[in-house]
C-alpha cells in the first residue's frame, strides 16, 4: 500500500498570507496525486487532479504541483473560507489519502 | 445538478449487518465509475469500494473485503454497499462518491461529486 504523510499537521496563517501544504508518498506515483478541502460538517471537496490541474469552479489561487514522490497545493493568498483540513490522495496503485493538514487562522 | 443521497445508515451490533443505497441524480450515471469512501469519527478519508460504470471491474480496501458487496442498478441510478459481519472499528460516516472521468478506471479513482454522508454507528 502506498502511504501518504502531509506536512505540517496543522498550518497556522493569517488571511492574505500564501500557504504550503506538502504531500510526501512511499514510492513514486508518477502524478497521481489529488488534494481535497473539507469543511466542518462538509463532504470533501475535490481541488486538485494530477498533481497540478485545477477542478472546476476551483479559485486560480488554488494551485498544485510535483511529480513521482513529492507534491505541494499552495494556495496564493489565503481567503477567510480557506480555513479547512486539506487531504492528499494517490491512485497510481489503488486508493489511499494522506492523514490531513489542518489550515487554522492565527 | 449532481446530486448523491446516501440512506440505511444506523446503530447495529458489531457481527450484524446493513446495506446502505446511494441514489444519484443530475449526470448519466450509467457513464461512471462510483465509490464508498468513509471517515471514522474525527479521523480522515478511508476509500471503502469501488465500481466500474458496467459493474465489470470491483475492488475493495483490505480492511473490509470478505466482508462488504458493492453493487449497482444502473437502471434505478443507484449504488449500494452490502457490509456484513460489521466491526466495532467500521463505525464512520459513509461517503458515496462519483468518478471524475467518463468510463474512469476502477483502481484510479478521482472524487469530483460526494453525498453528505451515512452514518452507520457499530456499538453492542
Known amino acids: 500500500e502506498i502511504v501518504l504523510t502531509q506536512s505540517p499537521a496543522t498550518l497556522s496563517l493569517s488571511p492574505g498570507e500564501r500557504a504550503t501544504l506538502s504531500c510526501r508518498a512511499s514510492?513514486?506515483?508518477?502524478?497521481?496525486l489529488a488534494w481535497y478541502q473539507q469543511k466542518p460538517g462538509q463532504a470533501p471537496r475535490l481541488l486538485i487532479y494530477?498533481?497540478?490541474n485545477r477542478a472546476t469552479g476551483i479559485p486560480a489561487r488554488f494551485s498544485g504541483s510535483g511529480s513521482g514522490t513529492d507534491f505541494t497545493l499552495t494556495i496564493s493568498s489565503l481567503e477567510p473560507e480557506d480555513f479547512a483540513v486539506y487531504y492528499c490522495?494517490?491512485?497510481?496503485?489503488?486508493?489511499?489519502f494522506g492523514q490531513g493538514t489542518r489550515l487554522e487562522i492565527k | 445538478e449532481v446530486q448523491l443521497v446516501e440512506s440505511g445508515g444506523g446503530l447495529v451490533q458489531p457481527g450484524r449487518s446493513l446495506r446502505l443505497s446511494c441514489a444519484a441524480s443530475?449526470?448519466?450515471?450509467?457513464?461512471?465509475?462510483m465509490y464508498w469512501v468513509r471517515q471514522a469519527p474525527g479521523k480522515g478519508l478511508e476509500w471503502v469500494s469501488g465500481?466500474?460504470?458496467?459493474?465489470?471491474?470491483?475492488g475493495y480496501a483490505d480492511s473490509v473485503k470478505g466482508r462488504f458487496t458493492i453493487s449497482r442498478d444502473n437502471a434505478k441510478n443507484s449504488l449500494f454497499l452490502q457490509m456484513n459481519n460489521l466491526r466495532t472499528d467500521d463505525t464512520a460516516l459513509y461517503y458515496c462518491?462519483?468518478?471524475?472521468?467518463?468510463?474512469?478506471?476502477?483502481?484510479?479513482?478521482?472524487?469530483?461529486?460526494w453525498g453528505q454522508g451515512a452514518l452507520v454507528t457499530v456499538s453492542s
Open positions: 462518491a462519483k468518478h471524475l472521468m467518463i468510463f474512469g478506471v476502477v483502481p484510479q479513482g478521482l472524487f469530483d461529486y
Open positions: 443530475g449526470f448519466t450515471f450509467d457513464d461512471y465509475a
Open positions: 465500481i466500474s460504470w458496467n459493474s465489470g471491474y470491483i
Open positions: 514510492q513514486t506515483i508518477s502524478n497521481y
Open positions: 494530477d498533481a497540478s
Open positions: 490522495q494517490q491512485r497510481s496503485s489503488w486508493i489511499t
